[in-house]
T-cell receptor
Framework: AQSVTQPDIHITVSEGASLELRCNYSYGATPYLFWYVQSPGQGLQLLLKYFSGDTLVQGIKGFEAEFKRSQSSFNLRKPSVHWSDAAEYFCAVGPNDMRFGAGTRLTVKP | DGGITQSPKYLFRKEGQNVTLSCEQNLNHDAMYWYRQDPGQGLRLIYYSQIVNDFQKGDIAEGYSVSREKKESFPLTVTSAQKNPTAFYLC?????????????FGEGSRLTVL
C-alpha cells in the first residue's frame, strides 16, 4: 500500500516569513497527491491536489505545492505566513485507498 | 445542503461493549472511508468502500467492522476486540473511489472508553 512521510512534527515560523512543509510519498504508479489543513476544532479542508500535468499546483489561501517525481516529494509552500495559518497540515496520497501522513503542526509567532 | 453527517459527536462506552458510529452522505458519492485520528499519528485508514455491498480493510481494521448496504450509509462498529478504541473517528466520501478528487469529511465522532 502507498504511504506518506511528513518528517516535521512541529514547525514554528514568524508571521510574514515563508513556509515549506515537507512530504514524501511511496507509491508504485503515478500518485494522486493532496494537502489538507485541520484548524483547531474544525474539519479537514482541502488546500490543493495534484493528479497530472504541471508539477507546480496552486491552492487556496495562497498555498502552492510542487510535485517532484525524482524525489518522491510534494512539499507545500507559502511565501508569507499569516497568523490564521496556524493549524495542522496533512499530506495524502491516493487514489482509492487514501493514505495520510502523521501531520505537521504549524505555530505562527507574532 | 450536501454533506456528510456523523453521529453521535461524542460517545462514551464501557469496556466490553460494542458501539456503532453512523456516517451518512447525500453527495451521491460512490466511495466512503473510515479513518481513526490519534495525536501524532495522523489519520489511519480503517475500512473503505468503493461501491455498495463491497468494502476493503485498511491498515488498522482489527477490532472494527463495517457494512455498506446503501450508497448513502457506511456505519462503523467498534467491537470489544479493539484494544484501544478511545480515539477520534472521521468518515469521508469521494467520487469514483478517490480518483476524481478530494475526500469530503464529516465532523467526526469522539469515542471514549471508560
Amino acid at each position: 500500500a502507498q504511504s506518506v512521510t511528513q518528517p516535521d512534527i512541529h514547525i514554528t515560523v514568524s508571521e510574514g516569513a515563508s513556509l515549506e512543509l515537507r512530504c514524501n510519498y511511496s507509491y508504485g504508479a503515478t500518485p494522486y497527491l493532496f494537502w489538507y489543513v485541520q484548524s483547531p476544532g474544525q474539519g479537514l479542508q482541502l488546500l490543493l491536489k495534484y493528479f497530472s500535468g504541471d508539477t507546480l499546483v496552486q491552492g487556496i489561501k495562497g498555498f502552492e505545492a510542487e510535485f517532484k517525481r525524482s524525489q518522491s516529494s510534494f512539499n507545500l509552500r507559502k511565501p508569507s505566513v499569516h497568523w490564521s495559518d496556524a493549524a495542522e497540515y496533512f499530506c495524502a496520497v491516493g487514489p482509492n485507498d487514501m493514505r495520510f501522513g502523521a501531520g505537521t503542526r504549524l505555530t505562527v509567532k507574532p | 445542503d450536501g454533506g456528510i453527517t456523523q453521529s453521535p459527536k461524542y460517545l462514551f462506552r464501557k469496556e466490553g461493549q460494542n458501539v456503532t458510529l453512523s456516517c451518512e452522505q447525500n453527495l451521491n458519492h460512490d466511495a466512503m472511508y473510515w479513518y481513526r485520528q490519534d495525536p501524532g499519528q495522523g489519520l489511519r485508514l480503517i475500512y473503505y468502500s468503493q461501491i455498495v455491498n463491497d468494502f476493503q480493510k485498511g491498515d488498522i481494521a482489527e477490532g472494527y467492522s463495517v457494512s455498506r448496504e446503501k450508497k448513502e450509509s457506511f456505519p462503523l462498529t467498534v467491537t470489544s476486540a479493539q484494544k484501544n478504541p478511545t480515539a477520534f473517528y472521521l468518515c469521508a466520501s469521494s467520487r469514483s473511489g478517490g480518483a476524481a478528487g478530494e475526500l469530503f469529511f464529516g465532523e467526526g465522532s469522539r469515542l471514549t472508553v471508560l
